[in-house]
């Protein structure tokens, strides 16, 4: 948990993130309290794991084209590589 300014009315707002490690992938999802519960990030966390295993080209371009249903109301997945510590997909940031 941590507190995060949203930029879009300058409030301070409580975020929790769930993360796991998919090979050298990490993949976060992060909801707002109380916007979203800890059952629909780790459900989304879980269907991400689990499409990054099977296809992860498939999954990451998913992921950062805003589609197949990684970005839902205010949680999004995001995929950072271990290896350059860059991120390689983000739900909501195209960059």
């Known amino acids: ?35 979203a519960s800890a059952e629909q990030a780790r459900a989304l966390l879980d269907k991400a794991a689990t499409d990054l295993t099977r296809n992860e080209k498939g999954t990451l371009t998913a992921i950062n084209s805003l589609k197949g249903g990684y970005l839902q109301d205010d949680l999004y997945v995001f995929v950072v590589d271990l290896n350059n510590q860059r991120y390689v997909a983000h739900g909501t940031n195209l960059r």
Do not use: C, M, S, T
Request: glycine share 8%; proline share 3%; hydrophobic share 35%.
């Open 1 to 35: 948990e941590y507190r995060w300014q949203n930029w879009a009315d300058g409030k301070v707002e409580r975020k929790h993130v769930f993360y796991q490690r998919v090979g050298q992938r990490i993949l976060a999802v992060g909801y707002y309290l109380p916007r």
